[in-house]
């Protein structure tokens, strides 16, 4: 960005809540990146000395709003190089487990929910045109209840259970800077551990499925 717009400076929030900024890449390299003053996000903000062209991009791992986003303001011609070069460079640091963040685990419990409520209408619907439900009685409304409610909590805790072992596992995004490639290099094992676990587990379970 130096070259097609201006000026460059890097700005990162951290773990500690201090926004650092660095005056040039060679200074965003050394820092440590500590585990608890580690980096969060990074801003990549350029502009040209009269303000003309600006450009920012901006590298995040919030669960909600990560990923990478990239703002350019120029002359077409200066916009269409400058989104070649950052293709170019974007292109090779998507992570390889990618795929997973694009699922939300929130989301499954209440879809989940939704499915099951609208089939039981449906079935309860079925059953009262066929004249085969059942007069309603309190005798067995309250465990009706409780399970219920159990049920929709364990899917509330399953969908939370399963997102921050997401978050944990397979982060939107890691700066491999300073101590951050160690703590990369011991989560990639986890990862594949992860990985051979669920995918022997799912072998086993079709290979057991035609004795059961």
Known sequence: MAERIGETKLTAECADNVTREFKDLEALLRYENVKAKRILNLDLAAHSPDWKKTARVSFS??????????????????VGRLRTDLLDVLSGIRPWYWPVNKIDFFFFPVLIYWVLW?????????????GTLPPPTNSNSPLLQLAFLGFIASLAIGGYTAHRLRRILFPHGTFLIGQEEQR??????????????????????LLLLPFV
């Open 61 to 78: 791992d919030k669960w909600y709003f990560g990923g990478t986003s990239v703002s350019v303001e120029a002359r077409d011609d200066v």
């Open 184 to 205: 990369f290099d011991t989560l990639e094992k986890w990862r594949w551990g992860f990985g051979v676990a669920v995918f022997a587990s799912v072998i086993a379970s």
């Open 118 to 130: 609208i089939a039981l209408l449906v079935y309860g619907a079925w059953r009262e045109s066929k």
